[in-house]
């Protein structure tokens, strides 16, 4: 009799160990679908513009027309989500948490979430060159170094 309860509690025991493993399987498996879904939708927040609310200006009042790098540079401001007065510490914390979110290494290879993905990145190192190239003075000064 004794060895028939030791065999019965041996077996309950590996029941329960195996109802853990699968247990734990299926929660991995929810976060890893929950993980993709939230992913997926915050590519699709970072694939629309965001909208801006500017205020409408009479039409009598002429405005000065903006030169192309005022138009480049706002538009950069714009796709890295920050207000047109921001400095350039604001444009380097907000260009590194853009870039870690939209991190395409998130997906696997060959899908359509990893292309978007890598289209928004190269949408944001555009747009932060653009700001770097009107914000950082001394970065140009090197730029128009040459050496012979």
């Not at 706002?74 to 047109?84: I, N, Y």
């Amino acid at each position: 009799m004794a060895l028939g309860r030791r065999i019965t509690r041996l077996m309950k025991a590996h029941w329960n160990e195996l109802l853990e493993r699968v247990d734990a399987i299926i929660r991995e498996e929810e976060a890893e679908s929950a993980a993709r879904g939230a992913a997926h939708q915050e590519l699709e927040d970072a694939l629309q513009p965001p909208r801006l609310e500017t205020p409408h200006t009479a039409p009598t009042q002429s405005a000065p027309s903006p030169s192309a790098s005022e138009t480049e540079q706002e538009r950069a401001l714009r796709v890295l989500g920050l207000p047109p007065d921001a400095d350039l510490a604001a444009v380097r914390r907000a260009y590194r948490e853009l870039m870690a979110r939209s991190d395409p290494t998130r997906f696997p290879e060959n899908t359509p979430e990893r292309a978007k993905a890598e289209q928004i990145r190269q949408r944001i190192e555009q747009a932060y060159q653009t700001l770097l190239l009107h914000l950082d003075h001394s970065a140009q000064r090197f730029r128009n170094l040459s050496v012979d």
